[in-house]
């Protein structure tokens, strides 16, 4: 048996410059952290050669792997060929909570595919690969970023190249100021999941030919930029006014990414010491990030949105790996 598992991610700034009908043209870049709650997929053989058995919300077992109803599994698992498997996934958090879940189960899959064949894989191979098969065999009209933040993990920097290349760094911070990065973060669950291709569908659109929304897109990719250099000179509560700004504009690229409730709920945050905040993922539901700088305001926050459920976490360095192989 062998166990893999792929970190969720928390996204900063950046998100929408990622997807290839911005960045192919201009260019993008998204600052972003893995963080410690994980999808993980355990593999072992199957009683039975031919067959693939699958269990996730639900169990498949088929010996043609086209007949595979999940489409990741399916996509990966003809691209392998690899039969005669069990294969188990579970997850800390649910799908369709902003999170890049679906990123990571098919970075944490294709992990554990390559080391049950016995073959090696970096991380950007491996998280190349999950966009290929997200992007291109699947047609999901999504950005590269989950698949890196999974793959690689840590608080990176990541620049979408317009011939496709990806440049990761890390964001390099004193250990006291990533520990208050880390302390100052407060996420929310709203109650909602939701699809975000339909989201980021109407996104990829209007960053094709919406004069407007590339030009506020470009203005996140210059937050982003600005936001690594105030990090790595330790300037952490700057993350505060980003967040806020970043958010503003991001609900504008697209119908859809916020709703009367969220912005409810992101009011009483602000209103309660947050210095900034937003909805993680395309939008539509999920996880409220909120940045608070001190013990009295995150007191207040808490209070002010006792409604919702709040998820403590930490921030995750590890990437994808390897975590039992018997």
Known sequence: MIISRAPFRVSFCGGGSDIPSFYEKYGGCVLSTSIRKYVYLAINKAFNKDTITLKYSKTEVVTDPDKIEHRIFRQVLKDFGTKGIEITSMADIPSGTGLGSSSSFTVAL??????????????????????????VELHNPIGKQDQFAAAFGGL???EFCPDGFVRVEPVIMRHESYQKLQNNLLMFYTGDVRDANQILGIETRNLADDAAKIESTKKLCAMTRELKTKLEDNDVDALGPVL???????????????NPAIDAAYEKGMRAGATGGKLLGAGGGG??????????????????LRGLTEMPFELDQAGCSIIFME
């Open 110 to 135: 294709l992990k554990l595919l390559y080391t049950w064949n016995e073959h090696s894989a970096s991380a950007y191979k491996i998280a190349k690969e999950a966009c290929d098969v997200e992007i």
């Open 156 to 158: 990176k920097f990541y």
């Open 287 to 304: 996880f409220l990030l909120f940045y608070v700088p001190t013990d009295a305001a995150k007191k207040d926050v808490r209070a002010a």
């Open 244 to 258: 806020a700004e970043s958010w503003e504009i991001k609900k504008s690229l697209a119908q859809g990414i916020s």
